[in-house]
């Protein structure tokens, strides 16, 4: 009889492994502590309008990439087209000047250039760099053939030499001061992002693997865990896991927070990992690497707090990205913004009446900031109701008469995903210290030292990323598969 599994989370991860536990053969329980599948890819809705949390460019949407096999595994592709945007971003500037990044490599190199003939030669450079990604998907890495990965060896120095450059020390390298000024904020609002992550982003888009599944995250989220059930595995929502049983240093099942236990051969975690192993485990099972980890959390995070509004106006003529640099910078939480980051989801009607647009800003926020703000109820509210003020009049200079047609405001801080997800902080996995990067890569808490029949998936386990997370579901149970000596399948 084959091993039954306990999984603690509905997220990608968590979805990902119990699909293809039950492709396998193995009985299967979920337990999820919202109301609906996704975790962290989440979406919420207001009045009709969606607000979409999560997906901005998903890896795998076209069958050029290896990612898109898993996709196919569980079902969406069967509810999901793919949209496909001609740009990455449109960025403009106070007086007018405006960068529009095109995904079409060949079309980006004719623009530049004809914007900036005197960059030429940069432009080349940076566009050869780009097409050396066209034949490699650094995103599928994890599911590569030995094979596929020795097609990274001739892209090494490529890989090498962008990976030493960030896009503000190569936007300063232009002479056209529009592009000094564009190019570093052309890849989301990442500080010190390298070059590198931008052009395999770049040939992932003009190969169409990275788009949009319709619906967004949490139609996405809600594929996958109907074809959980359809698989027959057991999905049960409300119903948070408070411990991990364990028996002489043997996972043996989950206890929840109404006191049920739940028996299991194999215990997975695929929700918060500082929850997992400082609750659930007591950090019994934490080594000092992992201590470490842990202790470096950050408390600022980008894209952490998020202001979403519902908009009674056909945007479908806009920029579904839009970096929006002001005349005069404003104050946000304390600091001083010269720019807003603006997403206007005008291109899936899924997301809101007919005639209307959900437009959404993402910050960089602080925890402590957020969690000292919370002690007085009313001074949190005001706070998030003056920040979404300030966005919606920023937007109105470039909307004239938005702030008029805003028919509803939501504005979620890292409180608010620490609430609905469960995340420690509100935060996802983060960048480790330098001295324990090589351990991180390699899956710093897959497994838990001391622990048997206990693992670990998702963004704690194998990086940040919704194709990641789905990647780690699925090897841990080709794992599981050659322990017990049977063939891994991906059918039903």
Not at 173 to 191: E, G, M, S, V
Not at 243 to 266: Q, S, W, Y
Not at 435 to 455: D, E, H, I, V
């Amino acid at each position: 009889m084959e091993r039954s599994i306990v999984i603690i989370g509905a997220g990608i991860a968590g979805l990902s492994a119990g699909c293809y536990a039950r492709m396998n053969g193995y009985p299967t329980q979920i337990f999820e502590m919202h109301a609906r599948p996704g975790g962290l890819c989440a979406a919420w809705q207001r009045k009709g309008y969606t607000f979409d949390g999560c997906i901005h460019h998903l890896a795998g949407s076209g069958s050029g990439s290896k990612v898109y096999e898993i996709w196919s595994d569980l079902g969406v592709f069967e509810r999901h087209t793919m949209v496909f945007h001609d740009n990455l971003v449109r960025v403009e500037l106070p007086d007018g000047q405006a960068l529009t990044v095109y995904t079409d490599i060949d079309r980006l190199e004719a623009y530049l250039k004809d914007l900036s003939p005197a960059d030429a030669p940069l432009i080349e450079g940076y566009i050869r760099a780009a097409r050396r990604f066209l034949g490699f998907d650094l995103l599928a890495m994890p599911v590569a053939t030995p094979g596929e990965m020795l097609k990274i060896v001739p892209r090494l120095p490529t890989m090498t030499k962008w990976g030493r450059i960030t896009l503000d020390e190569f936007g300063a390298r232009f002479q056209h001061p529009l592009l000094r000024q564009a190019i570093p904020t052309i890849q989301y609002d990442f500080p010190e992002v390298p070059v590198l992550i931008h052009l395999n982003f770049l040939a992932g888009c003009h190969n169409q693997t990275l788009g949009w599944p319709s619906g967004g995250s949490l139609a996405f989220s809600q594929t996958i865990a109907q074809r959980f059930e359809d698989l027959g595995g057991e999905l049960a929502y409300r119903s948070r896991a408070s411990k991990v049983l364990v028996e002489n240093d043997r996972a043996v099942g989950v206890r929840l927070e109404d006191g049920t236990e739940h028996r299991a051969d194999v215990v997975v975690s695929a929700c918060d990992g500082h929850a997992t192993i400082f609750d659930m485990l007591d950090g019994k099972y934490a080594d000092d690497r992992i201590r470490a980890y842990y202790d470096a959390a950050p408390d600022e995070v980008e894209m952490s707090l998020c202001v979403s509004l519902g908009v009674a106006r056909d945007m479908s003529d806009a920029p579904h990205a839009l970096t929006y640099f002001l005349e005069e910078p404003v104050t946000v939480m304390g600091r001083p913004h010269d720019r807003l980051d603006v997403e206007i989801f005008n291109f899936d009607p899924a997301l809101a009446p007919e005639g209307k647009t959900p437009v959404k800003v993402l910050f960089k926020a602080g925890y402590d900031y957020w969690k000292g703000l919370a002690a007085d109820r009313a001074r949190y509210d005001e706070e998030k109701q003056k920040i979404a003020e300030t966005v919606i009049a920023q937007l109105d200079k470039r909307f004239p008469g938005l702030a008029q047609q805003v028919e509803v405001i939501d504005v979620a801080t890292p409180l608010t995903i620490e609430r609905f997800t469960g995340n420690w902080r509100g935060l996802q996995a983060w960048t480790p210290p330098a001295q324990m990067l090589a351990a991180a890569m390699q899956g710093l808490t897959r497994t838990l030292p001391g622990l048997k029949n206990f693992y670990m998936v998702g963004q704690w386990a194998g990086g940040i990323g919704i194709s990641t997370a789905a990647i780690s579901g699925r090897n841990l149970i080709k794992r599981l598969c050659k322990q017990d000596g049977e063939d891994f399948t991906t059918g039903v």
